[in-house]
């Protein structure tokens, strides 16, 4: 279920090509849940990343950290290599260190990491 909306939610992107296309659904330990997708300009700068807008819109239902269960994104290519673009400083902000950060390509495939590990190379290219 998770694939499907995060696959619609690509369609919202503002980005020059789907390697640069992300999704993202945060899950808070209530069970509601927010989404956000990739906004890039044509320089780069500027961006605000799909974790990024997810995590911001539960913020400011009064949301802190504690209380967000996991976190999924999806990129809009079928190369989960191009998750290496993820905004690992504001993921690691909000979620604790043993939360989920579970990462889809376009077709479904998945790697499943801790926020703890994201500090690591956890993709190659």
Do not use: H, W
Not at 52 to 73: C, E, P, W
Not at 100 to 122: A, H, P, Q, S, T
């Amino acid at each position: 279920m998770m694939k499907e909306e995060l696959k619609k939610l690509l369609d919202n992107c503002i980005a020059p090509v789907p390697s640069l296309r992300f999704s993202a659904i945060v899950v808070m330990k209530d069970g509601n849940k927010f989404s956000g997708v990739s906004i890039k300009n044509a320089i780069f700068r500027g961006t605000i990343s799909a974790e990024m807008s997810a995590i911001s819109q539960a913020v400011t239902k009064g949301y802190k950290r504690g209380d967000f269960d996991k976190i999924y994104i999806m990129v809009g290519s079928n190369s989960l290599n191009d998750l290496k673009y993820l905004n690992r400083a504001v993921i690691s902000e909000f979620l604790e260190s043993d939360r989920e950060v579970i990462c889809m390509d376009i077709e479904g495939n998945e790697k499943v990491f801790k926020v703890k590990d994201l500090g690591l190379e956890i993709f190659s290219d």
